[in-house]
T-cell receptor
Framework: EAQVTQNPRYLITVTGKKLTVTCSQN?????MSWYRQDPGLGLRQIYY???????DKGDVPEGYKVSRKEKRNFPLILESPSPNQTSLYFC???????????FGPGTRLTVT | GQSLEQPSEVTAVEGAIVQINCTYQ??????LSWYQQHDGGAPTFLSY????GLEETGRFSSFLSRSDSYGYLLLQELQMKDSASYFC??????????????FGQGTTLQVKP
């Protein structure tokens, strides 16, 4: 089954404790992206990757890191999480960007 | 700067037709996409327009006018399950970013019996 998986689905952590949210897709897509979704603000792109070893900033990259060492994986790293990073996070992949993105189920992160 | 504008809420009755508009302002343009998101769920792709005109997929259609920087999603024969949020999205070509995507803030559609 074609899918994007994210782990964990839910996470409660404390300020400053490094965390990683994993994202994996099995569709051989070149494009992968991370978004955060906050009430009233829609989906905002954090980082995207056009291909392996190629990443670039979206609209809200501050406080986040990503890497793309393999085509299927695109982890999101929060080196020192802060409460303003409490949000719903989605990973997505597609053949080439805007066209048809497949979204993961989401990760609800709470930073206290 | 780049931005997309959508109405925040739309209400319609079951069986009716509803149109959700999206106007965009970007430094480049590759196409307009539409996504549906039910409460608590992941967005799912509905349609994509790269060229002017109407694209039809079942009960859903999407229209684009590049000269007007405008598009809309048309939902026909509304069903209760169509109650959801709808987002338009574009790929922005400004500042050398070739893959940056921008989403509108979303339109919440409420379908009433």
């Amino acid at each position: 089954e074609a899918q994007v998986t994210q782990n964990p689905r839910y996470l409660i952590t404390v300020t400053g404790k490094k965390l990683t949210v994993t994202c994996s897709q099995n569709m051989n897509h070149e494009y992968m992206s991370w978004y955060r979704q906050d009430p009233g603000l829609g989906l905002r792109q954090i980082y995207y990757s056009m291909n392996v070893e190629v990443t670039d900033k979206g609209d809200v990259p501050e406080g986040y890191k990503v890497s793309r060492k393999e085509k299927r994986n695109f982890p999101l790293i929060l080196e020192s999480p802060s409460p303003n990073q409490t949000s719903l996070y989605f990973c997505a992949s597609s053949v080439g960007g805007a066209r048809e993105q497949y979204f993961g189920p989401g990760t609800r992160l709470t930073v206290t | 700067g780049q931005s997309l504008e959508q109405p925040s809420e739309v209400t319609a009755v079951e069986g009716a037709i509803v149109q959700i508009n999206c106007t965009y302002q970007t430094s480049g343009f590759y196409g307009l996409s539409w996504y549906q998101q039910h409460d608590g769920g992941a967005p799912t792709f509905l349609s994509y327009n790269a060229l002017d005109g109407l694209e039809e997929t079942g009960r859903f259609s999407s229209f684009l006018s590049r000269s007007d920087s405008y598009g809309y999603l048309l939902l026909q024969e509304l069903q209760m399950k169509d109650s959801a949020s709808y987002f338009c999205a574009v790929r922005d070509q400004g500042s050398g970013n070739t893959g940056k995507l921008i989403f509108g803030q979303g339109t919440t559609l409420q379908v009433k019996p």
